[in-house]
């Protein structure tokens, strides 16, 4: 029984690249979410999937954030031409059929 | 909206302390509550929950009741120990979301 797992856990990137997040849920879970985490800050809503609904991106800061989630299953978070205070911890998380969301190990971006 | 609001850190307790880390909430309805908690170097870790009004949710040695009037999960342990140095997040489901508090670090020296 796997978790949730993220790759890359580190991501050094230059200011005005595009990045690209992965996130694999738990096998059978039909909600994922993406949050960021930045320093010393609380966890901020980015996106939510569940199941073939259209997502909720209610939370995503600008237009240079995307995700898409293929097959239900595998989540990719995209952000374009990142900035400075795109460095933070991008954490995913999965839920099944109870209100509990289980999350990964998060990737850590730097942005240069 | 709702929210949740816990105490700010860090909190720094010794070995064999008892602890107490205060969370209130603002809500309509009665959402489940939460415990997370995040290691030094990993992710959120669901510590333990409450889904309704008087319900105690416990895991570790941590406890925490759901106290409707006066709308607190607050997070307790008797005896804390090294290992339990980590991020402490309060939090609330709302609409298949997670509302969380900004999370309370704690220190515990040996």
Redesign the interface.
């Known amino acids: 029984g796997a978790g ?1 797992s993220q790759s890359p856990s580190n991501k050094v990137t230059e200011k005005g690249k595009d990045v690209e997040l992965r996130c694999d849920p738990i096998s059978g879970h039909t ?1 994922l ?1 993406w949050y960021r985490q930045s320093l010393g ?3 901020e ?1 980015l996106i ?1 999937f ?1 199941g073939n609904s259209a997502p ?1 991106k209610s939370g995503l800061p600008s237009d240079r954030f995307s995700a898409e989630r293929t097959g239900g299953s595998v989540s990719t978070l995209t952000i374009q031409r990142t900035q400075q205070e795109d460095s933070a911890v991008y ?1 995913c ?1 999965s ?1 099944g059929g109870t ?8 990737t850590r971006l730097t942005v240069l | 909206g709702d929210s949740v609001t816990q105490m700010e850190g860090p909190v720094t307790l010794s070995e064999e302390a008892f602890l107490t880390i205060n969370c209130t909430y603002t809500a309509t309805g009665y959402p ?1 509550l ?1 415990w ?1 908690v995040q290691y030094p170097g ?5 510590l333990l ?1 409450a ?1 309704k009004a008087d319900d105690k949710g416990s895991n570790k040695g941590f406890e925490a009741t759901y106290r409707k009037e006066t709308t607190s999960f607050h997070l307790e342990k008797g005896s804390v120990q090294v290992s339990d140095s980590a991020v402490y ?1 309060c939090a609330l ?1 709302r609409d ?8 309370t670090r704690l220190h515990i020296l040996p």
């Open positions: 949730v909600a979410y800050q609380g966890l809503f939510y569940q909720d954490l998380a839920r209100d509990t969301q289980y999350f990964g190990p998060g | 489940s939460f997370y990993e992710g959120l870790q669901l929950k889904t997040f489901s298949d979301k997670i509302i969380f508090g900004k999370g």
